[in-house]
Each structure stands twice: as C-alpha cells, then as structure tokens.
C-alpha cells in the first residue's frame, strides 16, 4: 500500500492528452513539492518532473505538471509511443521523515 | 555528468546480510550538497524509497532510513573511494527487488540513478 496514491493505469492513442493523479495528505504533497519520474521498460526511473511543474533539461515540454492542496498530476499531450512507461509520483513526508512514492501508472499508447 | 553503479552479490541467502555498494562518478560524496539514497523496486511493483547518508566535511556524516527497515538497514560512505554502501539484514524472499542508488537534490528530488541491480533472496 503506498502513501500516495496514483491510479494503477492509464491510456491514450497518439496525439491525444493524458493526465495522471497523484493523491496524498497535509503532511506529504500538501507541504512538499511533486517530482515524476519516467521509467521505460527494464530501465531505472528517470526524473521526469521536479518541484511540482519544472522539467529538466530535455524533458519535453508536452509533459507539465501542476499540484494543487493535496493533490498532483502530470499531462502529457500530443502522446507519442516513446511515452508507453510506467510512471511514479513522488515527494517527502514530514510525518515519516522520508520519501514517499506513489504505486505507479502504467500508461499504454494505443 | 554524474554517474552512480552499484554493484555486490546477486544472490542472498535467507537470514543472511544484503551488501551493496554504490560507485559514484563525476562527482564527490563528499560535496555537502547532496543525499546519496538507495531505492529498491520489488519484481512488478513499485519503488521503494530505503534511506539516505549526508556527508560533508563541516558536519560528518548524518544517515536517515525508511522506518519500516530501520532495524535491518546500515548505510554507510568511503570518501576515499567515493562510494556509499547498503547493508540490509535478516533478508527473506520479500526483500528481493532491484535495488537502485539514487543522488538527491536535498529532500527536493532523485536527480541521478544507477542502473540498479537485482538481489534475489533465494536458499
């Protein structure tokens, strides 16, 4: 059971735009940023999104993300094939005092 | 560009101690700046965050873990070879994953992975 919550799939055909959710508490997403990370098959996580809606270099800007209260998500628009990934939420919890990640969502290009 | 690999035994017997070690490059552990973390990812399922070590010259070195595994786990730094090492005991089945070393921006966000390897725990 992970602290936060995301659904566990997602899908889209190329072109359209997804939006992934990502849902917490007062005392992780509401008091902390929201970083995504990208993890294509067989490979290790790829930070994605950090500090709530700021992309890293060579981060596509078809991927943005926005958190609001307790909340977060993550669109991608204009979906490509290369975006079929699992993808992760992620923040610190000030009651665990530590990291705290979301179960993860399968998104399928159809 | 910083580079992380971890490396150690990819088998583990039941009860025994899991020893990774992580090899940082292009950067120093030692910088002050960062949390050097290990993550694991049990086969199919999510990530898992393990616990953190700080270092810096000023502070010496501080060391925060996951506290459902804070009674199994060591995390320790060799400045001189610049790496970080993971220690998990009393391992059963459940602790086998992939398990990744990750650099943090603080408590900001991973912004540097190894390639992470699997540990399978099997007798």
Known sequence: Q??????????????????????????????????????????????LMFSNNQRPSGVPDRFSGSKSGTSASLAISGLQSEDEADYYCATWDDSLNGWVFGGGTKLTVL | QVQLQESGPGLVKPSETLS?????????????????????????????????????????????????????????????????????????????AVYYCARAQGIEYFQHWGQGTLVSVSS
């Not at chain 1, 997602?10 to 917490?24: D, E, H, L, M, N």
């Not at chain 2, 940082?24 to 049990?42: A, D, L, M, T």
């Open chain 2, 20 to 96: 990774l070690t992580c090899t940082v490059s292009g950067g120093s552990v030692s910088s002050g700046s960062y949390y050097w973390n290990w993550i694991r990812q049990p086969p199919g399922k999510g990530l898992e965050w393990i616990g953190y070590i700080y270092y810096s010259e000023r502070t010496s070195e501080r060391t925060n873990y996951n506290p459902s595994l804070k009674s199994r786990i060591t995390i320790s730094i060799d400045t001189s070879k610049n790496q970080f090492s993971l220690k998990l005991s009393s391992v059963t089945a459940a602790d086998t």
């Open chain 1, 2 to 47: 992970s602290v936060l919550t995301q659904p566990p799939s997602a899908s889209g055909t190329p072109g359209q735009r997804v939006t992934i959710s990502c849902s917490g508490s007062s005392s992780n997403i509401g008091s902390n940023t929201v970083n995504w990370y990208q993890q294509l098959p067989g490979t290790a996580p790829k930070l």
